[in-house]
Each structure stands twice: as C-alpha cells, then as structure tokens.
C-alpha cells in the first residue's frame, strides 16, 4: 500500500486515512500536525485506549466513566505524541518506505523543529492527564517514558520490535489498575504479559503491509522474521493472549464460568488469524483495524468478571 497522495486529494491524504473528508477541508499545516499525529486513524488510539479500561474495569471498581474520559484524552494526546518522536527519529527510513513517504516530517512539508514543539503541546496535555491520577498511577505511567523513548530505534536492532511494543502499547493496563487498586499483582501480571502477546499479534499483521520495503532498507520486523509462517505465528501469539487473559480471570475470580466472557473475544481472534490473507493488500489492514472491536470485547470481559457480585 502506498502512502503517495491521490492526483485528486489534497497533499498529505494518504490511501489509509479514515477521515478523509474532514482531513481534506484543514488547511495544510494543520493537516499536517492533525496527520503526523495520526488523528486520521484512530484505531492506534483507540488499542492505546483498550488496555487502560481493561485494568480498571477489572478492579470490580464500577464504570470509572470519568476515569475513562481523561484516559481517553490521554491515549489520544500521547499516541499522537508517540507518533510525532516516531516520524521524527524516523524520517531518513520513513523516505525510503512507499507506505511512508509522504509523511509530513519524511516529505519535508513539516521541519523538524515544528514536529518538537507539537510533540511538546501534545505531552503537555498528557500531563494534564497524569495530574488527574492518584500518586502510584502517576509513577506507574512516568515509568514508561524510558520505554517509550526506546521504541523506534528496535527495528534497528531486533527482529521484533512488536515485542517492545507489546511492552509500550499495554501499560496504560498497569496504570489503569493502579489508579483504583495495588493488590492481585499475579492476575495484573498474567492479564499484562497477555495483553502484550495480543499487541506482537495484531502489530505482526499491520507489519505484513511494508515487507517488501523493510527487507530493501534494513528494516526488521517479525512480519519478516517468520516469513511464510506469519498465520501460524499470529495464532500462536493469539493464543497466548487468551491463555494468560484466562489465567488472570482465574487468578481474580476460580470461577469457570467467569471464563466464558472471554469467548466472544477468542472467537473474534480466531477469526481474524482463519481469514488472514498475507499476499492482499487490504486484507492485513483491515484485519489489524479489526482490533479495536477486539479491544471492546475484552473490555466487556474485564467488566463482567471484575464486576460480579459486587
């Protein structure tokens, strides 16, 4: 898939960009800042945001709906943040990419200079956010950072990048249980370590767009390490998810119909490794895009189980 701008769309509106319309009517600078942010494709929000309802949920805390909230604001301002660090540590490989050549720091429609100080105005609301937790969330999500910092140069050095990832993308689950509870460290921990198995799965299929570029330019993803074995690697990977998902379930709540609830979320993952077509294009995209409802489901699950007879 190419991120090369359509002859009859503005500059910068890529083939993947969800929110065409709206995106098309900005000027181009804040076209721009709205892309390199990636706010026309929420769905790296929205897998941001999961993780986080998941660890409150699961507390047996209620709906937390203001919680939510901030933690929505946060997943939105500090994905879009990552994304900024990402294409600006990036922007040399970024060129190199068909799918990614048109970014705005890559194609040069946005300096380097203008990125940081977006970057800047987006962490600052995430610290906005972080104000509005308790004292052990607060450290828990400053814990991060380092991890955060770290990740865009992996698909430098390791074939997989989706395992640090796994490790960044999920911890909005720690924070969230932090936020309400400190105790269950062992149901937090099978709960993270799955959550992360699931992000290496779905970031493994999003990998499978860009092979062919990433071989040319050196750069390393797990879609390339297992090759033609990437169905059976997603499944292996799904199926550790919901093994450790169970354990957590268990581990909170020895009740074996609390497991059940995680059925409709093993059924959706099933289904995305049986109708997986490596070779087409738009399948691996909107199999990853399909995530989100995934992230709902789990949701749903957490609740249930944290919730029961309180």
Request: a neutral charge; hydrophobic letters at 55%.
């Amino acid at each position: 898939m190419s991120d090369t701008p359509h002859s009859d769309t503005p500059e910068g509106i890529v083939p993947d960009t969800q929110h065409r319309g709206l995106i098309a009517r900005l000027p181009q600078m804040p076209r721009d800042l709205a892309q390199l942010a990636r706010f026309d494709r929420p769905i790296g929000w929205w897998l941001l945001f999961w993780p986080c309802v998941w660890g409150v949920w699961l507390t047996g805390t209620g709906l937390q709906w203001q919680l939510l909230l901030w933690f929505l604001l946060g997943s939105i301002a500090m994905r879009g943040a990552g994304c900024v660090y990402n294409d600006i540590v990036d922007a040399d490989l970024d060129r190199q990419v068909a799918r990614t050549a048109a970014r705005p720091v890559a194609s040069g429609r946005v300096s380097k200079k203008t990125a940081w100080a977006w970057l800047l105005a987006l962490c600052l609301i995430g610290l906005a956010v972080l104000l509005q937790l308790r004292l052990e969330a607060q450290i828990v999500a400053l814990a991060s950072v380092a991890l955060v910092a770290a990740y865009p140069f992996m698909k430098r050095i390791t074939w997989w990048p989706q395992a640090w990832l796994g490790m960044v993308f999920t911890w909005g689950l720690l924070t969230g249980w932090s936020a309400m509870r400190s105790d269950h460290l062992d149901a937090l921990a099978a709960l993270y370590v799955g959550s992360a198995l699931w992000v290496i799965g779905f970031d493994t299929i999003y990998a499978l767009q860009d092979r062919e570029d990433d071989a040319l330019v050196g750069i390393r993803s797990s879609a390339l390490r297992l090759g033609g074995k990437v169905r059976g690697g997603v499944a292996l990977f799904y199926g550790g998810a919901a093994g450790l998902w169970a354990l957590a379930f268990w581990l909170l709540r020895p009740d074996p119909v609390a497991l059940l609830a995680l059925l409709p979320v093993a059924v959706h993952l099933c289904w995305q490794v049986i109708t997986l077509d490596t070779e087409d294009a738009a399948n691996p995209l909107d199999r990853f895009r399909s995530n989100r409802f995934a992230g709902a489901l789990m949701a749903a699950a957490c609740f249930v189980v944290g919730n029961a007879g309180a």
